[in-house]
């Protein structure tokens, strides 16, 4: 349920974040093996995260809900931002 949980959150940012100022666009959901680990990733053709956006000390409501939840899956967030936004959580399997 954590799982889904975040995927939801991932899914819910690209939406109100990527395309508030434009009517379409693409949101790739992924999720890929690497060795013992899942990495399921939601990417979109946004304008990315700010700068400044920290995922690990970040007050936001989404990004702490992401925290506690992947938490409980001994997982890590990782952020990119290279021609829109990407979210990926990897977890152990």
């Given at each position: 349920?954590?799982?889904?949980?975040?995927?939801?959150?991932?899914?819910?940012?690209?939406?109100?974040?990527?395309?508030?100022?434009?009517?379409?666009?693409?949101?790739?959901?992924?999720?890929?093996?690497?060795?013992?680990?899942?990495?399921?990733?939601?990417?979109?053709?946004?304008?990315?995260?700010?700068?400044?956006?920290?995922?690990?000390?970040?007050?936001?409501?989404?990004?702490?809900?992401?925290?506690?939840?992947?938490?409980?899956?001994?997982?890590?967030?990782?952020?990119?931002s290279l021609g829109g936004a990407k979210i990926s959580v990897?977890?152990?399997?």
């Amino acid at each position: 349920m954590p799982l889904g949980l975040i995927l939801n959150e991932m899914l819910t940012n690209s939406i109100k974040y990527a395309y508030a100022n434009k009517a379409g666009g693409e949101i790739r959901v992924s999720l890929l093996r690497q060795g013992h680990n899942a990495i399921l990733s939601v990417a979109d053709d946004g304008p990315g995260f700010p700068p400044t956006l920290d995922p690990d000390t970040s007050s936001s409501t989404g990004m702490m809900i992401m925290h506690m939840l992947a938490k409980q899956l001994k997982a890590k967030i990782r952020l990119q931002s290279l021609g829109g936004a990407k979210i990926s959580v990897i977890f152990p399997i």
